[in-house]
């Protein structure tokens, strides 16, 4: 018998919306894990991959992370795991480091036996190199096998990768498939095949919104009470309270009404996401913020979804759309800093891939005049306060499940460069909105 904690989608190092508290509760998520490996006594972590948000962590993630691993490490519980998009870099991996620090063990195509199971893993594969996989797993002896890998498989959903076939070209025949990249968290049987996502350890988007938790996976001649050979079963994880509010407001309501549907809920230190819909009086986002931040909430972002009617009529010649960006940018009284971030956003001489890098070089450069995010007129202020930060990164907001084909355009070539997609994915810049498809 053996028995593993499947887990994965950590995203360390991820300061959601910009918050230093949301950066150290995707590491606390990971140690609680750990913690429940140690206590559970278990025979292995296996991780699905992003461990990290990005292909740079920080030296505090980094340092955060090994201190995570080393007490694993002590426990002598071994760290199985297989690289993911967003953390993927040119060269070596993270994961390297580890395990040349003893941390780790880095799956491939040669099995790493843990009790009486093989564990093999496959690293995530943009889809433009998919074709040149053989699938070829050297020989094992042990009595299960599993395939630890990242990327969004059927039967699930964005699914682009097919598990019948991932299963049929395999020179070693898979009692389970245990997963990364899908946030969601499920299981399903294919082929024979147990295949499962023990979904992100924190809610990465306002998308994840059931709760967050991992697998306990057991190999075994009489799992599932005997009628299987696995058994796969969810732990629920204690992570940072959401808080999802939803107001339809009718004709005469406005704020007031907003604020009295916020207050109806739990709101210590959770993050509070507000959605206003339907008609009614106009909303403030931020003085609504601020009242929920009052009242006990560590963050809240609001999101009016209403159809804003424009008094004036928007003069668009498509012979020229550049010049209608920049005569409506030049009255909207951007601040400097705004302006830089606009620049790098919309900028041709800017790669999609390079965005986010650039702005956050433009953004520090400008820290030591905070005037510079002052915007020039009344009237600006929204569009600076909003659109000049968060653009750098789009999963802050709410996003919404159905994927719009017009969001990913901006990350069409993410899939084509996997050393990109962890990057793209924040880059939107028209309304820092992210839908789970780009998110993933
Ligand atoms: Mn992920």
């Given at each position: 018998?053996?028995?593993?904690?499947?887990?994965g989608d950590?995203h360390?190092?991820?300061?959601?919306?910009?918050?230093?508290?949301?950066?150290?509760?995707?590491?606390?998520?990971?140690?609680?894990?750990?913690?429940?490996?140690?206590?559970?006594?278990?025979?292995?972590?296996?991780?699905?991959?992003d461990?990290?948000?990005?292909?740079?962590?920080?030296?505090?993630?980094?340092?955060?992370?090994?201190?995570?691993?080393?007490?694993?490490?002590?426990?002598?519980?071994?760290?199985?795991?297989?690289?993911?998009?967003?953390?993927?870099?040119?060269?070596?991996?993270?994961?390297?480091?580890?395990?040349?620090?003893?941390?780790?063990?880095?799956?491939?195509?040669?099995?790493?036996?843990?009790?009486?199971?093989?564990?093999?893993?496959?690293?995530?594969?943009?889809?433009?190199?998919?074709?040149?996989?053989?699938?070829?797993?050297?020989?094992?002896?042990?009595?299960?096998?599993?395939?630890?890998?990242?990327?969004?498989?059927?039967?699930?959903g964005?699914?682009?990768?097919?598990?019948?076939?991932?299963?049929?070209?395999?020179?070693?025949?898979?009692?389970?498939?245990?997963?990364g990249d899908n946030h969601t968290p499920?299981?399903?049987?294919?082929?024979?095949?147990?295949?499962?996502y023990p979904g992100s350890t924190e809610r990465a988007s306002?998308s994840e919104?059931e709760?967050r938790?991992?697998?306990?996976?057991?190999?075994?001649?009489?799992?599932?009470?005997?009628?299987?050979?696995?058994?796969?079963?969810?732990?629920?994880?204690?992570?940072?309270?959401?808080?999802?509010?939803?107001?339809?407001?009718?004709?005469?309501?406005?704020?007031?009404?907003?604020?009295?549907?916020?207050?109806?809920?739990?709101?210590?230190?959770?993050?509070?996401?507000?959605?206003?819909?339907?008609?009614?009086?106009?909303?403030?986002?931020?003085?609504?913020?601020?009242?929920?931040?009052?009242?006990?909430?560590?963050?809240?972002?609001?999101?009016?979804?209403?159809?804003?009617?424009?008094?004036?009529?928007?003069?668009?010649?498509?012979?020229?759309?550049?010049?209608?960006?920049?005569?409506?940018?030049?009255?909207?009284?951007?601040?400097?800093?705004?302006?830089?971030?606009?620049?790098?956003?919309?900028?041709?001489?800017?790669?999609?891939?390079?965005?986010?890098?650039?702005?956050?070089?433009?953004?520090?450069?400008?820290?030591?005049?905070?005037?510079?995010?002052?915007?020039?007129?009344?009237?600006?202020?929204?569009?600076?306060?909003?659109?000049?930060?968060?653009?750098?990164?789009?999963?802050?907001?709410?996003?919404?499940?159905?994927?719009?084909?017009?969001?990913?355009?901006?990350?069409?070539?993410?899939?084509?460069?996997?050393?990109?997609?962890?990057?793209?994915?924040?880059?939107?810049?028209?309304?820092?909105?992210?839908?789970m498809?780009?998110y993933l």
């Open positions: 018998m053996t028995r593993v904690i499947h887990t950590t360390i190092g991820y300061a959601q919306y910009h918050s230093p508290v949301r950066r150290r509760d995707f590491l606390d998520a990971f140690a609680a894990v750990v913690d429940d490996a140690v206590d559970g006594d278990v025979d292995a972590v296996v991780h699905a991959g461990l990290f948000h990005d292909r740079r962590p920080e030296l505090p993630d980094l340092m955060g992370t090994i201190s995570v691993l080393r007490r694993l490490d002590d426990a002598g519980i071994p760290f199985l795991a297989v690289v993911g998009n967003h953390e993927s870099t040119r060269g070596g991996q993270w994961l390297d480091l580890f395990e040349r620090l003893g941390l780790a063990t880095r799956l491939g195509d040669a099995p790493t036996v843990v009790g009486d199971t093989a564990f093999y893993g496959l690293d995530h594969v943009p889809v433009s190199r998919r074709d040149d996989l053989d699938y070829a797993f050297a020989d094992h002896d042990a009595e299960y096998a599993a395939l630890v890998a990242h990327g969004l498989f059927e039967p699930f964005y699914a682009d990768w097919d598990t019948e076939e991932v299963l049929a070209e395999s020179d070693v025949a898979f009692d389970a498939m245990l997963l499920d299981v399903a049987e294919v082929a024979g095949t147990w295949v499962t306002a919104t709760g938790g991992y697998n306990l996976v057991t190999f075994d001649a009489d799992a599932a009470g005997g009628d299987d050979r696995v058994e796969i079963r969810r732990r629920a994880l204690d992570t940072r309270p959401f808080v999802f509010v939803e107001v339809d407001l009718r004709e005469g309501e406005g704020e007031s009404r907003v604020r009295e549907q916020v207050r109806q809920h739990d709101l210590d230190d959770a993050v509070v996401l507000v959605d206003v819909t339907g008609g009614g009086d106009p909303v403030t986002p931020a003085a609504v913020e601020a009242f929920a931040t009052d009242e006990g909430a560590l963050i809240a972002r609001v999101t009016d979804r209403r159809e804003v009617e424009t008094e004036t009529e928007v003069d668009v010649s498509f012979a020229d759309p550049e010049d209608a960006v920049r005569e409506r940018l030049d009255g909207m009284s951007l601040s400097p800093a705004a302006t830089d971030v606009e620049d790098a956003v919309r900028s041709e001489t800017v790669s999609d891939s390079n965005v986010r890098e650039t702005v956050k070089r433009r953004v520090e450069e400008r820290l030591d005049d905070l005037d510079a995010f002052d915007s020039g007129g009344e009237g600006g202020n929204e569009d600076s306060a909003s659109g000049g930060i968060d653009t750098s990164d789009g999963a802050d907001e709410p996003s919404t499940d159905d994927a719009d084909p017009t969001d990913s355009t901006d990350d069409a070539d993410g899939d084509a460069d996997a050393d990109d997609d962890a990057d793209t994915d924040d880059s939107d810049p028209t309304d820092g909105q992210v839908s498809e780009d």
